[in-house]
């Protein structure tokens, strides 16, 4: 199925005020009933769009915001497309289009097929933006036409996944992980080579191991200390230990071509939340438990 065939140029809109949120989602409501000859809809649905994106905001890295909510008998899948004259912060995020999807309860795959069409459109960077500078309606819907985008029959890692994630050398001491874990508020790295092949993966729990002494280990409690030493020991060393000796190499690793099961089935065996997401020995990509608990599980 082609994309395009699920846009009408009616709920396709460019607004030209700078409206907030939630008054971009309540005239794509309006505009939602008016084409499908809803009566005295608005309202409700407004207030089920608002529901669900207070339980859980739907906006997505790459600048797009998909807000949603499935509906009991709806028997469709009806979506509005908003561009805001100006990009809206929401979430902590810069939103530079609004998609609302309506779908019915029973059609959950196709509604996840569909954000994972506009997710590919959004990490592709030129075609986003002449999607955004489209100069009205039918040119929107004549790229998305002419690109040929396509609704898959499965979503896969690669729709879902956090692409270009920051990446550590394994010469690097650790000193600079710590930075950059703390900078970004991470908790993970992927760790690359000098010809920036993926070697394996470092985490924030790795970094404050360097500062224990193998004999604290052996110990089956350190209640009774209370002395600092160990991090003391972590200050000494963050320069001489580099990311190398303390990374680890997991057996398994995941593509951007495996299923979402696929990667729920290696999380669980291996007991891990985050995997690198690795193509041609390249990290291309990040994956968690979260993003599949938040964008497909609870989408």
Avoid at 68 to 85: E, F, K, Q, S, Y
Avoid at 176 to 199: F, Q
Wanted: charged share 25%; hydrophobic share 40%.
């Amino acid at each position: 199925m082609q994309l395009n065939s699920l846009l009408t140029p009616k709920l396709i809109y460019f607004e030209t005020k700078q409206l907030p949120k939630e008054k971009i989602i309540k005239v794509m409501i309006e505009k939602i009933c008016a084409d499908q000859q809803y009566k005295n809809c608005a309202e409700r649905l407004y207030n089920l769009v608002i529901e669900r994106e207070s339980q859980s905001p739907t906006v997505y890295p790459t600048g797009m915001a998909i807000p949603h909510v499935r509906i009991d008998g709806l028997d469709d899948t009806i979506i509005a497309i908003c561009i805001p004259a100006k990009p809206i912060i929401d979430n902590n995020q810069e939103v530079k289009i609004y998609i609302l999807i309506l779908t019915d309860k029973n059609v959950s795959s196709l509604y996840l097929n569909v954000v994972a069409a506009f997710m590919r459109i959004s990490k592709d960077t030129e075609f986003f933006n002449k999607l955004l500078t489209s100069k009205d309606a039918h040119a929107f819907i004549d790229l998305i036409k002419v690109a040929e985008v396509k609704i898959k029959e499965e979503v896969t890692i690669s729709d879902i996944m956090t692409c270009n994630p920051l990446v550590i050398n394994e010469n690097q001491p650790i000193k600079a992980l710590a930075d950059l874990l703390s900078e970004h508020s991470i908790t993970y790295l992927p760790v690359v080579n000098d010809n920036g092949d993926w070697v394996g993966e470092v985490n924030l729990l790795q970094y404050l191991n360097t500062g224990l002494p193998d004999y604290m280990l052996m110990m089956n409690s350190v209640n009774f200390l209370r002395s600092f030493e160990p991090f003391e020991r972590l200050y000494r060393l963050e320069e001489e230990v580099t990311v190398k000796k303390v990374m680890t190499k997991p057996d398994k690793v995941l593509y951007p071509e495996y299923s979402i099961i696929e990667a729920i089935f290696e999380m669980v065996k291996q007991d891990r939340q985050t995997f690198s997401v690795i193509k041609d020995k390249k990290v291309v990509g990040i994956v968690t438990a979260m993003d599949i608990y938040r964008r497909v599980v609870r989408a």
